[in-house]
């Protein structure tokens, strides 16, 4: 499956933004989704995932209450939603695609991830 990621950019303090993320060429509702992220000189972490229905969503800690992921199979989309966004979120985000064995499946681990995007940066000036 081929991700496009879009919609990062410089956004103050407190702003929000949201991120999109098309997928072609599998079908798209037999993979959970992932978002990712790396900031400058940091390991690559996980932000959010959703299983293929949509029906459910983790979160890491940091963002919890702040983001929000979706998805939406007829469109081929996900999405993440973020909001009151701090200096501390600024890195490139990616977003990734995991072959789902069960519906429930997701995972936080990038290394479950069988395909990737080419990234997005998210810049939140203070």
């Known amino acids: 499956v081929q991700l496009q990621a879009s919609g990062g950019g410089l956004v103050l303090a407190g702003g929000s933004l949201t991120l999109s993320c098309a997928a072609s060429g599998r079908t798209f509702s037999n993979y959970a989704m992932g978002w990712f992220r790396q900031a400058p000189g940091k390991e690559r972490e996980f932000v959010a995932a959703?299983?293929?229905?949509?029906?459910?969503?983790y979160y890491a800690d940091s963002v919890k209450g702040r983001f929000t992921i979706s998805r939406d199979n007829a469109k081929n989309t996900v999405y993440l939603q973020m909001n009151s966004l701090k200096p501390e979120d600024t890195a490139v985000y990616y977003c990734?695609?995991?072959?789902?064995?069960?519906?429930?499946?997701?995972?936080?681990?990038?290394?479950?991830?069988?395909?990737w995007g080419q990234g997005t940066l998210v810049t939140v000036s203070s």
């Open positions: 959703v299983i293929r229905s949509g029906g459910s969503t």
């Open positions: 990734a695609a995991d072959l789902a064995l069960y519906s429930s499946w997701y995972s936080k681990s990038s290394a479950e991830y069988d395909y």
